[in-house]
């Protein structure tokens, strides 16, 4: 894909930077499941904890284009600190920036984007994945004071966050309206974290149970109105999967490069396995694939920017990259053989770690249902 020439160096400086700074730790918290923090401190010191948020709340003050290539490089060499940054930047940053007052804004940005403090976005629970409508976590108001009771779970970042954005019911009434968004502080009293999950892939990324027993959030952390919080949530999965769409395309990205460096190297019957037709297509239709999802990512990216209706190019670029990255990093495996299925070679990594990316912000079976209503609606049939 050509980028404009100041993406395009962005992006040569990004890789540079990842690859020098936080590749080298990427097979070692697989393996050990440890949370990246040396890789967090480096970005936040790089400004990428903040890459959308406006320079006058301490950010970068970049593009969604910018972002996806920070997830996409960030993938290409690590799938646990790439989750990681971007849970930080749209489910927890996002909502913020999207939907908080001036106050909220000054209060929690600038921490969150110099990384002084990581986010984290509650919205699992675990009668309420998919039907994230079903919501169950409960926030009673008390004078000055919400009371909330209730859990989270798959939260990533969970255990290890220090501001998060969740979701809680403030009506009885089981209905969309009934769903509000609140800022929660992890020093809240009443506040803990519960199951650190151990996981198929990712093994670096945090992802927790987050437990609410009669924890007391001041009134002005409410996120904008009562009963705004499902709007609210779906709104900021919309913008999520862009950079899942990204992730997928990173991970991707670099299975087919081990494959080509493998493919040149790798004899059987006398010469590379490069030479063979059936290791030519593999490639060249993996290299395709990739460059599609790359461009349905970029575009849907471009839309937000500019400020158009982007849900079902954001969708159909997390449902195919997701689903583009599954494929390729089998094909990957599949070339490289049994050495693809050891730990000493990347590629099983690269297998295990896109899955998550046909499940985070929303199933592939969801994005079809998105893209279907989106497509009754352009018809006006809904």
Request: hydrophobic share 40%; glycine share 10%; with cysteine.
């Amino acid at each position: 894909m050509i980028l404009e020439p100041e993406l395009k160096k962005f992006q040569e400086e990004i890789r540079s930077w990842v690859e020098a700074e936080i590749a080298p730790q990427a097979k070692e918290l697989d393996e050990i499941g440890k949370f990246p923090f040396d890789n967090v401190k480096k970005l936040a010191q790089r400004g990428l904890l903040g890459v959308v948020v406006p320079q006058e709340y301490g950010g970068l003050g970049k593009t969604s284009r910018h972002f996806a290539i920070v997830i996409e490089e960030l993938a290409r060499v690590c799938g646990s600190t790439c989750l990681t940054v971007a849970a930080h930047n749209s489910l927890a940053i996002g909502p913020i920036l999207k939907f908080g007052n001036e106050t909220q804004k000054k209060k929690y940005l600038p921490d969150l984007a110099s990384g002084r403090k990581i986010g984290a976005f509650g919205l699992t629970e675990s009668e309420a994945g998919s039907d994230a409508g079903g919501t169950k976590t409960f926030a009673s108001l008390n004078g000055n004071y919400y009371s909330i009771n209730g859990s989270k779970c798959f939260t990533t970042n969970g255990s290890v966050a220090d501001t998060y954005v969740i979701t809680a019911r403030t009506k009885k009434e089981k209905d969309s309206k009934s769903i509000s968004s609140f800022i929660v502080e992890r020093d809240s009293k009443g506040f803990s974290v519960g199951k650190t999950e151990k996981k198929m892939g990712l093994k670096g990324s945090d992802t927790a149970t987050i437990i609410f027993e009669e924890v007391k959030v001041p009134k002005e952390n409410l996120l904008g109105q009562e009963g705004e919080g499902f709007k609210q949530f779906l709104a900021t999965l919309d913008s999520g999967r862009i950079g899942i769409g990204a992730m997928a395309v990173g991970l991707a990205q670099a299975a087919l490069e081990e494959s080509l460096k493998f493919a040149k190297t790798r004899e059987q019957f006398d010469q590379p396995i490069a030479n063979f037709q059936a290791i030519q297509w593999k490639l060249a239709d993996m290299a395709t694939q990739i460059e599609a999802a790359r461009l349905m990512v970029h575009r849907s990216a471009y839309l937000k920017d500019q400020g158009k209706d982007f849900i079902k190019q954001a969708s159909m670029a997390k449902l195919f990259a997701s689903e583009v990255g599954r494929m390729v990093t089998y094909q990957a495996i599949q070339i490289l053989g049994g050495y693809g299925f050891m730990s000493e070679y990347p590629v099983e990594r690269f297998y295990r770690d896109v899955k998550l990316t046909e499940i985070g912000e929303g199933t592939s079976e969801i994005q079809r249902l998105v893209i279907f209503r989106q497509l009754l609606k352009e018809k006006n049939l809904i």
